[in-house]
């Protein structure tokens, strides 16, 4: 049980220190609050929404007198977690998720450090950027890089189109 009680301690400092660095860092910044971007362009040109997409919300919230942001969610078209990173980049707010403070360390832990997929400060480019270096020191195998979802707006890598054809790249 005291076990326990000292892991939710850490797991509440975690919180705490988070929350105390994300308000230092909004006293020391001197920009507006407010970007100006209307959350309907945002949801537009982050690919969310369809200009249909959204002239069909537009008209749901006109005739139901809610926020946009509610519109699109209710109507199935936005996760409700994209809403948020959407008015918080809008107004130039961090988001704090809790669960995720505390989560994160635990599983970044058990990744090893050859791992990018679902780490916070890594992905797919750097993935990318660890096999080239990888090759160009002489390595010749790559054990396991699944970089489908990055070259989707690809249509030409030399990495894949000049690999040798025993490749399983």
Known sequence: ????????????????????????????????????RLLGMLLVTRGYLVQSELE???????????????VVVDLGLVREEEIVELLAEQHRLDV??????????????????????????????????????????GYADVVDADVSRYLDPVSYCPLVHEAPSNSSL
Not at 30 to 35: E, I
Not at 120 to 134: L, N
């Open 56 to 70: 069909y919300a537009l008209a749901w919230q006109e005739r139901s007198g809610r926020r946009l942001g509610q």
């Open 1 to 36: 049980m005291g076990n326990r009680q000292g892991h939710d301690q850490d797991e509440l400092d975690a919180i705490v220190t988070a929350l105390e660095d994300l308000v230092a860092r909004r006293s020391a910044s001197t920009s507006p609050r407010h970007s100006g």
């Open 96 to 137: 704090l998720d809790p669960a995720k403070i505390v989560i994160e360390p635990i599983f970044e832990a058990d990744f090893e450090d050859t791992a990018y997929a679902y780490r916070p400060a890594r992905g797919a480019v750097d993935a990318v950027k660890e096999v080239h270096r990888q090759l160009c020191q």
